[in-house]
């Protein structure tokens, strides 16, 4: 049955970022690609993009995405308490030292983000492609939303001129998790960037004509920073065979 992306992106997306046991990464991989995308798909997810974290041998990285927040609830309740993972969640699980790392994300503007042409998701036991994926989250105060409008209206922009256009612009969905089974990070405000590239030197190409670019670099970068409460943090992805993105 094929499962592919069709109709409008998701509007809920879920960052996810898992510990693993040391040396035990592929074989998550592994099981993943094999029995938890088109069972996910048909339960009414959007299976988005599986990577290892280049940074982190003992990182996965995962996105997935939803029609809206009711839909989540219906989709989890219905995969976490179905046979597939009745099945397989144990073995998931036993590779894994902390799952709870999440963020709740919705594209800007609504109905932007992640789409993918039917016929996209390549089958079991794809090589991993020679793409390079670059994931930047930054933190703001929960009060303020003036860093999230300088990347949205400066930043974002300059990024088109200079470069492939991101895949996303995500920030915090402030929906309540009504899925509590499945923990996600609250007291969040971020913002995130997902871009992908030919390979990560294309990546630093467009990161140095960013950051040379006179508006970025005068004006929009050093406003982004006096409004963050942290530094960016970019995660480094290399997608796994059956990733969209």
Not at 52 to 75: I, N, S, T
Not at 124 to 138: C, H
Not at 167 to 177: G, K, Q, W
């Amino acid at each position: 049955m094929s499962t592919d992306i069709v109709g409008p992106p998701p509007a809920v997306i879920e960052l996810r970022q898992y510990t693993l046991r040391p040396g035990r990464r592929d074989e998550l991989i592994e099981l993943f690609d094999r029995e938890f995308v088109e069972t996910q798909e048909e339960v009414g997810m959007s299976v988005l993009g599986q990577f290892r974290d280049l940074d982190d041998p003992d990182r996965f990285v995962w996105l997935r995405g939803f029609r809206d927040m009711e839909a989540r609830h219906r989709a989890l309740s219905a995969f976490y308490g179905g046979p597939v993972w009745a099945e397989h969640g144990p073995a998931a699980n036993d590779t894994m030292i902390d799952s709870d790392d999440v963020l709740l994300l919705r594209p800007v503007p609504s109905g932007s983000g992640f789409a993918v042409p039917p016929g996209a998701r390549p089958p079991v036991g794809t090589p991993p492609p020679d793409r390079f994926v670059a994931a930047t989250v930054w933190s703001f105060p929960l009060d303020r939303n003036d860093g999230i409008a300088l990347i949205r209206d400066g930043l974002l922009p300059v990024l088109e001129e200079t470069g492939p256009a991101p895949l996303a612009f995500l920030t915090t969905e402030t929906a309540p998790n009504t899925f509590t089974r499945l923990p996600v990070r609250t007291g969040e405000n971020v913002a995130a960037i997902v871009t992908s590239y030919a390979d990560e030197n294309a990546h630093r190409r467009h990161l140095a004509a960013m950051e040379a670019h006179p508006l970025t670099r005068d004006t929009i970068l050093p406003a982004i920073a006096q409004e963050q409460t942290a530094a960016p943090r970019t995660l480094r992805l290399s997608p796994t065979g059956r990733s969209l993105i």
